[in-house]
């Protein structure tokens, strides 16, 4: 663990992680709600005649949605989707994920976010959902842990993961930090990418069906097999944190 925090040090060049905030990505990381998203999507590419897999929605998480739509319609129709395509699609993929979405938390989410929210940490919500339906339960689930000013979802940018504007935004939320003051836990690769673009520490939570090679490769400097992993290990992480210098 030292390690991983010493090589990023030493790539961007800080002389030490000073911690204020936590960048908390939100499906599968908090909501157990990627299975759902991958059944809807898959579901409604098929309505539309758009080939698809389950699989590869759990590789999209993160994206906005109409992105998601534009690259599988230049894949599969060799062209770019129209912007009342992308709206009935989405409205259709909404509408699915609506009806199977049964709300369930990541297991230890809660308590990992109320731990470091207790510690004083700032914690915010980056996510490239733009579905209320999930974004409104954050209050109900996690009372007083999110502010909704405090959140970056598909209507806040114009770039969507793996591009760093959300993270950068989520810095910028979160009081002007700088990268080298916050971490992000994150679940999917193009998530990943968007974090480590945005220089921030970046630790990989692998709540989905792919290897943990995919999160590594896309550059986590931390790959944990669960949130509870993540959340028995915090206070080693974080005297390391708290010690680590270079």
């Given at each position: ?5 010493n ?13 204020k905030?936590i ?11 990627m299975?759902?998203?991958a059944k ?9 005649d ?9 590789l ?5 949605g109409s992105?998601?739509i534009?690259d599988?319609m230049?894949?599969?129709k060799?062209r ?10 989405y ?15 990541i ?6 976010v ?19 339906t999930l974004?409104?339960?954050l ?5 007083g ?7 970056v ?26 990268p080298?003051?916050?971490i ?24 989905g ?5 995919v999160l ?13 992993a ?10 390391i ?5 270079v």
């Amino acid at each position: 663990m030292t390690t991983a925090f010493n090589n990023y040090l030493n790539k961007h060049n800080y002389p030490k992680i000073d911690l204020k905030a936590i960048l908390f990505d939100m499906d599968g990381v908090l909501y157990d709600s990627m299975k759902w998203h991958a059944k809807s999507w898959k579901e409604t590419m098929d309505e539309f005649d758009i080939p698809s897999t389950s699989e590869e929605f759990y590789l999209y998480e993160g994206m906005v949605g109409s992105h998601t739509i534009n690259d599988l319609m230049k894949r599969e129709k060799g062209r770019e989707a129209t912007e009342d395509e992308i709206k009935t699609i989405y409205k259709r993929k909404t509408e699915l994920f609506s009806k199977y979405n049964d709300g369930s938390l990541i297991p230890y989410a809660y308590d990992f976010v109320k731990m470091v929210h207790d510690a004083g940490l700032t914690c915010v919500v980056v996510t490239g959902s733009g579905q209320p339906t999930l974004i409104n339960k954050l209050e109900h689930n996690f009372p007083g842990l999110f502010q909704k000013e405090l959140m970056v979802t598909a209507f806040d940018v114009k770039h969507g993961k793996p591009h760093p504007e959300p993270y950068l935004m989520g810095l910028e939320k979160a009081g002007h930090l700088k990268p080298n003051e916050a971490i992000v836990v994150e679940n999917a690769p193009r998530g990943v990418e968007a974090a480590v673009a945005a220089g921030i520490f970046t630790i990989a939570i692998n709540t989905g069906p792919m290897p943990d090679k995919v999160l590594a490769d896309a550059g986590a400097d931390i790959v944990l097999p669960s949130m509870k992993a993540l959340y028995d290990r915090w206070d080693e992480l974080y005297g390391i944190i708290k010690a680590t210098k270079v």
